[in-house]
Nanobody, 123 residues
């Protein structure tokens, strides 16, 4: 029911910032919790952040909690990930995902995925 397209990735030096966006199709966007995940080569997909359908419930991975901010604009059917103080270990393909209503840390709970956007942080 939902198609997702990420944007905003790129190359940035350590300490810099990027703002990722995930644009969703469909009229039911406001019924979905949204998540951001990342995956580096040779590593498993890692949870980053999630936000419920209204924005009232948010969970961050410990590794990004004080540096990243997830938000959403339901009128624009878009979820954002503001990434500050980036580190080389943040380098990965970042994907957004959607599931019905409730937040979750588990990739297997999400039924809809974007293709991902590359984030590279140089030292």
């Amino acid at each position: 029911q939902v198609q997702l397209v990420e944007s905003g990735g790129g190359l940035v030096q350590a300490g810099g910032s990027l703002r990722l966006a995930c644009a969703a199709s469909g009229r039911t966007f406001n019924t979905y919790a949204m998540g951001w995940f990342r995956q580096a080569p040779g590593k498993e997909r890692e949870f980053v952040a999630t936000i419920d359908r209204s924005g009232g419930s948010i969970i961050y991975a410990d590794s990004v909690k004080d540096r990243f901010t997830i938000s959403r604009d339901n009128a624009k059917r878009t979820v954002y990930l503001q990434m500050n103080s980036l580190k080389p270990e943040d380098t990965a393909v970042y994907s957004c995902a959607a599931r019905f209503v409730d937040v979750s840390r588990l990739p297997t709970d999400y039924g809809y995925w974007g293709r991902g956007t590359q984030v590279t942080v140089s030292s």
